[in-house]
């Protein structure tokens, strides 16, 4: 599978630290160079017949339709799709307007993935989302309109401007409107944003952990109960719906990420990643020279990464791959370290899989770093 990263939006959010830049100084230069790394590093994925193909950022949908079907076309030219590609676009809701959304509906993307993360005006503006509460919910129902089934929607929990009131709201708008998919996230507060800055200053209240445990599993219980499967902690699909995109990398398998600062892993133990500055990866690219880093992961990073990921989803760690993938000793310490958390209820063991019960799903991040090898 394949990952393209756009590295532009129309504004910067409050809460945001990944890679992208608010200007669209080197938009041409920067599709240039992203059909040149497509062709640098076709080689590199052992599987070229393609089952998926995701458009991320930033904000891809701040590109032209006709600039996106060249990159699907630049993609095609070294690889093949699957009969049943999953092909994404992330969108943000004030780029679903009537003209992008009518052509993009005659090219191969089947799947939208939008940055909704609220249908309340308070929570839009403390975010500093370029939509408001109005093209949020227009932006699915056009979607819809013309074809789009598979779509999927941000939702942020949290806000120090929400409650579990509005939060209920938020979720029963998502069922209102037929959505077969959510991905949703608490607020959390990152170095070098808006928001961080806003709360040293007092600005603004920080949010409150207790409060995000409460709506979290508000979520899980509201959700399941219209028919989602809880298959990640922050992803909720329907039957058929889940996505196979992020579900390929929680299931180990190899992916090419292609543009500023995406990440590639090739199934085994190798990872690397793209620079994150724009312009030195337009200029390296334009010497035919990648643009990249690469690291070999140790039997270490790889057992905490197998716990890392594995133990978020409800398919869990795979005992049978752990004992067959892992030296004796990473497998006497494994042993040792999940025994107290066997009996005190926070592991369990289902079909030779080690998970962690839905009811912890929330501290999961920390029940598994107490596995980790330091």
């Not at 409150?208 to 499967?229: I, P, R, S």
């Not at 905490?304 to 892992?326: P, Q």
């Amino acid at each position: 599978m394949i990952y393209l990263h756009i590295p532009f939006c129309k504004q910067k959010c409050s809460y945001c630290n990944f890679h992208f830049s608010t200007s669209l100084q080197y938009k041409e230069e920067m599709i240039v160079a992203l059909k040149k790394e497509i062709f640098l590093r076709k080689d590199e994925l052992q599987n070229r017949n393609l089952k998926s193909l995701y458009f991320g950022g930033g904000t891809p949908s701040i590109l032209k339709v006709d600039e996106l079907q060249s990159i699907i076309d630049e993609v095609l030219k070294y690889f093949s799709f699957d009969e049943k590609i999953e092909i994404t676009l992330e969108a943000n809701p004030d780029d679903l307007d009537n003209k992008f959304v009518r052509e993009l509906a005659k090219t191969p993307f089947n799947r939208l993935s939008i940055g909704t993360q609220s249908f309340f005006e308070e929570d839009l503006k403390l975010m500093n989302r370029a939509h408001n509460s109005t093209e949020a919910e227009s932006s699915i129902k056009r979607a819809q309109d013309y074809g789009f089934e598979n779509i999927s929607i941000d939702l942020i929990y949290g806000s120090p401007t929400s409650n579990l009131e509005i939060w209920k709201n938020n979720l029963k708008k998502t069922i209102e409107l037929q959505v077969p998919h959510v991905s949703s996230y608490a607020l959390t507060i990152e170095p070098k944003t808006a928001l961080n800055t806003w709360i040293s200053q007092g600005k603004i209240a920080a949010p409150q952990e207790a409060e995000q445990h409460q709506e979290f599993f508000y979520m899980t219980v509201f959700l399941k109960d219209h028919g989602f499967d809880h298959y990640e902690i922050s992803n909720f699909g329907k039957p058929g719906f889940h996505s196979k995109h992020n579900s390929a990398y929680w299931k180990y398998e190899e992916y090419l990420g292609l543009g500023p600062s995406a990440h590639s892993y090739n199934g085994r133990n190798e990872r690397s990643w793209n620079i994150a500055n724009n312009k030195k990866y337009i200029d390296l690219l334009g010497q035919n020279t990648l643009a990249k880093e690469t690291e070999i992961l140790s039997e270490k990073d790889q057992y905490n990464e197998m716990l890392m990921i594995g133990l978020r989803t409800i398919w869990g760690v795979d005992l049978s791959s752990l004992k067959e993938k892992f030296s004796p000793e990473i497998l006497d310490y494994f042993q040792k370290e999940i025994r107290n958390k066997l009996e005190e209820g926070t592991l369990m063991i289902e079909d030779n899989h080690l998970k962690i019960p839905e009811k912890h799903w929330f501290l999961a991040d920390g029940i598994a770093s107490d596995l980790f090898l330091v």
